[in-house]
């Protein structure tokens, strides 16, 4: 992704984004809202979607070996999604090597997805006999709309949110909804770390989302949130993982934090969550 100069209003509201910078100056906030971007990065004027360094190597140098997590993470995540609707058919925009989509099929659900890296695609089809479509979500050339839409630690990757936003709408059938995942810059870790916060990663993260700037964004992009919380890395965790030494003192930490063992929390999580359904009351279609 082409570096270029921050943004001169903020994507959220629209208003002059203020010279508030945070993580010692790693991130940008708007004077008006909660939003946050990288400092040294914006829009790219090549129109190119996504950080491609991140998924031909950077990201996925040691993704496939890893397999069985991602497995129980795609089951913990469908579990939520069910929780809310029972969609029959289920588009994924950034589907790594189709682990969700996996899932979701076994549920009975008619799943398609759209990844920039070829070697997932490559995977996702060949091992798992899934359809992908290789490429940007944004530009894709989706057909038929789909009854729910999600996108698992995409949207702080994407050169422009609302025109992400804007695409998952129009792929959805009205009343359809959106699942969406990313790292919560107002969780407790991003404030305990600081620059060393894991969902900082300048090099590969754009926008940096809590709870209200999350909400507005996608309400201004036609969308009416239905459920918005957070939950600790601890949630994603398998029964053997949780067993660890290191994951005892995670639990103490996490006590000491939250005041409680529970793994989904209302705010301070370290990964933010948002179900919401397109709204079409005067939005167009």
Not at 60 to 85: G, K, M, N, P, V
Not at 89 to 105: H, K, M, N
């Amino acid at each position: 992704m082409t570096l270029t100069s921050a943004p001169e209003t903020c994507l959220v509201c629209d208003n002059a984004p203020g010279r508030a910078l945070l993580f010692d100056g790693c991130l940008r906030q708007c004077s008006n809202c909660t939003f946050k971007w990288t400092a040294t990065r914006g829009p790219t004027p090549t129109g190119q979607l996504y950080t491609s360094d991140y998924f031909a190597s950077g990201g996925y140098h040691d993704y496939f070996r890893h397999t069985a997590q991602w497995r129980h993470e795609a089951r913990r995540r469908l579990r939520w999604l069910l929780s809310a609707t029972r969609p029959a058919t289920l588009l994924e925009a950034g589907s790594a090597g189709g682990f969700f989509l996996e899932a979701a099929r076994a549920a009975g659900i008619v799943v398609t997805g759209v990844e920039p890296s070829e070697a997932c695609v490559r995977f996702a089809e060949t091992s798992l006999g899934l359809m992908v479509r290789h490429g940007g979500f944004e530009t894709a050339q989706l057909g038929t709309r789909v009854e729910a839409v999600c996108a698992f630690h995409v949207l702080e990757h994407v050169d422009d949110p609302r025109r992400f936003l804007d695409k998952a709408r129009s792929a959805l059938v009205p009343g359809g909804w959106l699942a969406l995942e990313v790292p919560n810059v107002a969780s407790a870790a991003a404030r305990r770390q600081g620059r060393s916060w894991h969902g900082l990663q300048p090099e590969y993260h754009h926008w940096h989302f809590d709870r209200r700037s999350l909400q507005m964004l996608l309400t201004t992009c036609g969308f009416a949130v239905h459920r918005c919380d957070t939950v600790l890395p601890r949630h994603y965790m398998r029964l053997r993982q949780r067993i660890r030494p290191s994951a005892m003192s995670r639990i103490a930490a996490d006590w000491m934090e939250c005041g409680s063992l529970h793994t989904v929390q209302p705010e301070i999580g370290d990964y933010l969550r948002v179900l919401a359904r397109r709204s079409d009351g005067g939005q167009p279609s």
